[in-house]
């Protein structure tokens, strides 16, 4: 099954971004407009700088990737960007294992892995985007500037 960037994205059209994004503002301040979501809950944004940046919620990082959206554009004619950014490998083992998504859902970890969680169907499941992008975004706020090894006590705010 080759999967193609639609269904390796959401329809930005359809997503409250107020919602799914208030949990990441200490994140993406300098960012203006929404250029993707992808199925595994990540974020391609366009800064304020024009730039198009990806925001990986399962690390909570922010990372310039095109300094434009043609350049941007582009890059998603690349087999190997694509792969890297949008995962199809794993989305197709995810449907492969009965693991479809509702309109407003994304892949979400069980156990992220920016706590130690692994990037395997068995830690992914079809979640809320509300739910994923607001734990997303608590544990990555909460976890950012700690050592590996760390031991963690996560405390969630209710939306």
């Known amino acids: 099954m080759d999967l193609t960037l639609k269904e390796l994205t959401k329809d930005i059209s359809k997503i409250d971004f107020d919602d799914i994004l ?3 503002q200490w994140l993406i301040k300098d960012m203006k407009a929404i250029a993707a979501v992808s199925v595994i809950g990540d974020v391609f944004f366009i800064g304020n700088d024009k730039g198009v940046y990806w925001m990986q919620t399962d690390t909570g ?3 310039k990737i095109a300094a434009n959206p043609e350049q941007f554009e582009a890059l998603l004619a690349d087999e190997k ?3 890297n950014w949008f995962l199809p490998g794993l989305v197709e083992q995810l449907l492969n294992a009965g693991k479809t998504l509702k309109e407003n859902q994304v892949y979400s970890y069980k156990l992220s ?4 969680g692994d990037y ?3 830690n992914l499941e079809p979640t809320d985007m509300s739910v994923h992008f607001a734990f997303a975004g608590q544990i990555c ?3 950012q500037n700690l050592p590996d090894g760390t ?4 405390t969630f705010q209710k939306g």
């Not at 892995?113 to 130690?116: L, R, S, T």
């Open 22 to 24: 208030s949990c990441w």
């Open 61 to 63: 990082t922010l990372s």
């Open 81 to 83: 960007t694509v792969d």
């Open 113 to 116: 892995p920016a706590i130690g």
């Open 120 to 122: 395997s169907v068995e």
């Open 141 to 143: 706020e909460q976890v």
């Open 151 to 154: 031991k963690l006590n996560i």
